[in-house]
């Protein structure tokens, strides 16, 4: 354990420097055995208790995930007030998306690399801190993608679990930050990768994992044992080989809605974000992934609704035995996940009074799902779409426009594949009755021309593969607005109000007693806006682009606001073009966790102002065309970090202005032998003189575009 960091002492004597030295140690002892006091507290009891507004427990705070807090200092008449009251650098972060915990005083919060940190919810002095040393085992190839974030962390009787990118499950004592035990729970030797947050309920703790688009990927979900690690279930989500027989029954009836040799493609499903614990019913919602390929005429080529792709799946959360199912996306070819949130919410729809989920996936319907049945009550579109008119309330089925699916020709298609609501959190506000969110509003033009549908093979994959090209991605709006935070009316299915945003990847959302909804942009601004209407009461500039949720907490009577703030997650990675729109440069801007109060008086040194990276030309680098033709295939396994067409985010250098690049020795001491490792980049030690000369053309050829004018 690490002490609270303390002024520095004077010159004194030996004596009274240990004297000091005792007064910290029994504080922080007399601290730490206080909140375990209360740790054990935290079990599904206090987890379905929306009244405990002073901890925020898990990644919605309560079972229900509806990301509200009943807190009310903080309100409409004096928000204005809000201003730092203390700030703790993380210098050797990155993207920061991750939901704080708040126990007892004590804040919890995992960074870049999975390393979880304990700060005192007061003051912010570090408490402790847990690095899982993920770069360690970095040779790995599922090291590759998703290495650098998570979305949170969970905490269950005095535990704190945490679940790392390459898929292994750790539980920590929450007082000294010790290492209680860990399991793995992937395959080594497949490319499975975990980015969510764990969720902790009955004794269990539940996780799924990525891995879709690399191939050969079987989606499941597995629960272990909160105090030993050992397995108790594992639910797979799409059926594997029948020749092997099935798990259980329902695999067998998924297998019917299956053609072709599908198995070895995978199938996909994957699990990574979605998991909702029902304590009034006593079951378990998964939200399940889109298919393995995307392209559907590939892993299933005679049709099919390919079960349980792109579903609400519902379990007995002491078994895992499958209950009932709802799917979005019957036969999914678009990446049409389902994995965004499962929010519960009691509702009053004509007189009856509902058990109700609440659900906005990527295809751009809201859904409302009665949970004890299963059925669908009312879907409506929240954002433009145009893959189909409706959805067919008598059959729960999508009434799909002809041609979407990209049969014959090139399809435009909103929402796109970064979906119409993605990761980011929604939150419902049980006072107004309306749920938060952020919307991307995004066409794309999907399309196989060109792909050998028949022979495509599924290898395990270290790059990014989907059976489909997208050709074009525009603005689905007619105003050009790409993305906004709008107030959905569940109830009535529609708009309530909506606020344009800048860029299209803004993080997500959280609603109070206060009658406040609080959200971070990815220009940098955190902002309060009065949930009833919509209209700003407060805004914050803190300097940098923001991909994490804010949460809420009250310590002795006064109420925190906290948020991670560091411009991160895969398409901050992947999508460049959104980093550098707003100039959130690689190693600029220091990454922060940022607490607000009406009492707050801390003056937040500033940022750099936002820069971008200007491309290297270089006159001794004599460009090969047909060796950048050959680099830009082997470019898709660095897309991840620094970003489509080597246009880089601020997660990772901008490779058109690294001199790196135009060094043999270099570029093949980093890339190859891994020797920025402790720096987050993996090493990719079976890439050959030749692959790496290839890299190095095409990353010179988009600099030299770049510094023509060309954005190809």
């Not at 206090?46 to 009310?72: I, K, N």
């Not at 499903?269 to 889109?290: E, I, K, S």
């Not at 980049?681 to 770049?706: G, K, N, V």
Request: with cysteine; glycine share 12%; charged share 20%.
């Amino acid at each position: 354990m690490k002490l609270p960091p303390v002024a520095p002492l004077r010159r004194k004597s030996r004596c009274r420097w240990w004297f000091a030295a005792l007064i910290v140690l029994c504080a922080c002892a007399a601290q730490l055995s206080d909140a375990a006091q209360t740790f054990r507290e935290v079990d599904d009891i206090a987890l379905a208790d929306e009244s405990r507004g002073e901890d925020w427990l898990a990644f919605g705070r309560t079972y229900s995930e509806q990301r509200f807090s009943p807190l009310t200092q903080i309100n409409t008449s004096n928000v204005g007030g809000l201003a730092v009251d203390w700030y703790l650098d993380l210098p050797n972060d990155r993207g920061l998306v991750s939901t704080p915990l708040v126990v007892d005083g004590v804040l919890y919060f995992n960074g870049s690399m999975n390393i979880v940190r304990a700060v005192d919810a007061a003051t912010g002095a570090l408490l402790w801190e847990y690095d899982p040393k993920v770069m360690e085992r970095a040779s790995s190839r599922r090291s590759r993608v998703g290495w650098d974030h998570n979305r949170g962390i969970g905490f269950w009787k005095g535990k704190v679990y945490l679940a790392t990118w390459d898929g292994v499950l750790v539980a920590l004592d929450a007082a000294t930050g010790g290492e209680l035990w860990s399991t793995a729970t992937i395959d080594p030797d497949l490319h499975y990768f975990i980015t969510g947050a764990p969720k902790i309920f009955k004794g269990k703790v539940l996780v799924g994992n990525g891995g879709t688009e690399l191939g050969a990927s079987r989606g499941y979900v597995t629960a272990y044992d909160a105090e030993t690690g050992e397995q108790a279930w594992r639910f797979w989500i799409v059926p594997g080989n029948p020749a092997d027989g099935f798990e259980n029954d329902a695999m067998a009836m998924a297998a019917e809605t299956w053609t072709g040799e599908w198995w070895k493609y995978g199938g996909g499903g994957n699990a990574w974000h979605g998991f909702t614990y029902d304590a009034d019913l006593d079951v378990l919602y998964v939200g399940t992934g889109n298919g393995s390929p995307w392209n559907r005429k590939i892993r299933s080529p005679g049709g099919g609704d390919n079960l349980f792709l792109s579903s609400i799946v519902a379990l007995d959360p002491d078994t895992g035995e499958y209950l009932w199912h709802y799917q979005t996306n019957p036969g999914e070819t678009w990446d049409y996940n389902s994995n965004m949130d499962i929010v519960l919410a009691d509702l009053t729809i004509e007189g009856r009074d509902v058990k109700a989920i609440l659900h906005a996936p990527k295809n751009g319907f809201f859904y409302v799902i009665d949970r004890q049945t299963g059925k669908l009550i009312s879907a409506e579109p929240f954002t433009e779409v145009t893959w189909a008119t409706g959805i067919d309330l008598a059959t729960g089925r999508p009434i799909e426009v002809p041609g979407a699916r990209f049969e014959d020709r090139p399809a435009a298609v909103a929402p796109g594949p970064n979906g119409a609501h993605s990761w980011h959190a929604m939150s419902y506000s049980p006072m107004t009755g309306l749920a938060y969110m952020p919307v991307l509003h995004q066409s794309v033009t999907y399309s196989d021309e060109g792909i050998d549908l028949a022979g495509w093979r599924s290898p395990l994959r270290q790059e990014f593969s989907t059976g489909v090209s997208t050709i074009a991605s525009s603005p689905s709006r007619a105003d050009g607005v790409r993305g906004s935070l709008q107030a959905w009316d569940p109830v009535r299915q529609e708009l309530a109000w909506e606020i344009p945003l800048h860029g299209y990847w803004n993080p997500g959302t959280m609603t109070t007693a206060g009658n406040l909804v609080f959200q971070g942009r990815a220009d940098g601004n955190f902002v309060a806006y009065d949930a009833n209407s919509g209209e700003e009461l407060w805004m914050f500039d803190l300097g940098l682009g923001i991909s994490a949720p804010p949460i809420t907490y009250a310590i002795n009577g006064r109420q925190y606001l906290a948020l991670l703030v560091g411009w991160g997650g895969s398409l901050a990675a992947f999508g460049g073009e959104l980093g550098a729109s707003h100039g959130w440069a690689y190693g600029v801007h220091e990454r922060r966790l940022v607490v607000f109060s009406l009492d707050g008086g801390v003056a937040l040194p500033a940022l750099p102002p936002p820069e971008v990276p200007v491309p290297i030309r270089s006159a001794d680098f004599e460009l090969d065309v047909a060796l950048a033709r050959q680099g830009a295939g082997g470019y898709r396994m660095c897309v991840h970090c620094h970003g489509g067409g080597a246009l880089a985010s601020g997660m990772a250098p901008d490779l058109r202005a690294s001199r790196v690049v135009l060094s043999d020795i270099a570029f093949a001491t980093v890339v190859r032998d891994g020797s920025r490792l402790a720096r987050g980049m993996p090493a990719y030690p079976e890439l050959t003189d030749e692959e790496l000369l290839a890299l190095r053309h095409y990353i010179r050829r988009q600099a030299e575009r770049a510094a023509n004018g060309d954005s190809r």
